[in-house]
């Protein structure tokens, strides 16, 4: 028996779409990761980028379990003197919810030359209403 390895002619990509007020924003991030890589598919290849398209809607409803609303920060830092900037997680998701769920999934993909082209096929709505109905994308509970 032979160990089976993917061409890239092979890939056939699907795409899903999932509802951010469903689940914790940690869980939604592994499912998201994991549908990005393709590990849920039985011809999961490591060095060939397999992945799905996943569309995730009302991101502006994330949840978050603990106090991490108001304890979160996310930092950045300018490189100057006194330029480190810090947003907690309710005002992040104010001004843009779809880097919250960006960053988290980010950081559950692999760092790795896949990693950027995996995450473009990430596409975050604020909002209910998302504009790849053209698509036919299967909803995941």
Same mark, same amino acid.
């Given at each position: 028996?032979?160990?089976?390895?993917?061409?890239?002619?092979?890939?056939?990509? /699907?795409?899903?779409?999932?509802?951010?007020?469903?689940? &914790?924003?940690?869980?939604?991030?592994?499912?998201?990761?994991?549908?990005?890589?393709?590990?849920?598919?039985?011809?999961?290849?490591?060095?060939?980028?397999? #992945?799905?398209?996943?569309?995730?809607?009302?991101?502006?409803?994330?949840?978050?379990?603990?106090?991490?609303?108001?304890?979160?920060?996310?930092? =950045?830092?300018?490189?100057? &003197?006194? #330029?480190?900037?810090?947003?907690?997680? /309710? /005002?992040?998701?104010?001004?843009?919810?779809?880097?919250?769920?960006?960053?988290?999934?980010?950081?559950?993909?692999?760092?790795?030359?896949?990693?950027? /082209? =995996?995450?473009? =096929?990430? =596409?975050?709505?604020?909002?209910?209403?998302?504009?790849?109905?053209?698509?036919? &994308?299967?909803?995941?509970?």
């Amino acid at each position: 028996m032979k160990t089976y390895s993917q061409k890239s002619s092979e890939i056939n990509r /699907e795409w899903f779409v999932i509802d951010a007020s469903s689940m &914790p924003l940690g869980k939604l991030a592994v499912i998201i990761a994991d549908k990005l890589m393709g590990k849920s598919k039985v011809t999961y290849t490591p060095h060939i980028d397999n #992945g799905d398209y996943v569309i995730v809607v009302n991101a502006k409803k994330v949840q978050v379990s603990g106090n991490k609303m108001t304890d979160k920060m996310y930092r =950045r830092h300018s490189g100057y &003197p006194g #330029g480190l900037k810090e947003l907690k997680l /309710e /005002e992040v998701i104010e001004k843009d919810p779809a880097h919250v769920i960006k960053n988290a999934v980010k950081g559950m993909l692999p760092k790795n030359k896949l990693a950027a /082209e =995996r995450l473009k =096929r990430l =596409r975050v709505f604020a909002g209910a209403e998302h504009t790849h109905a053209a698509q036919n &994308p299967k909803e995941i509970k």
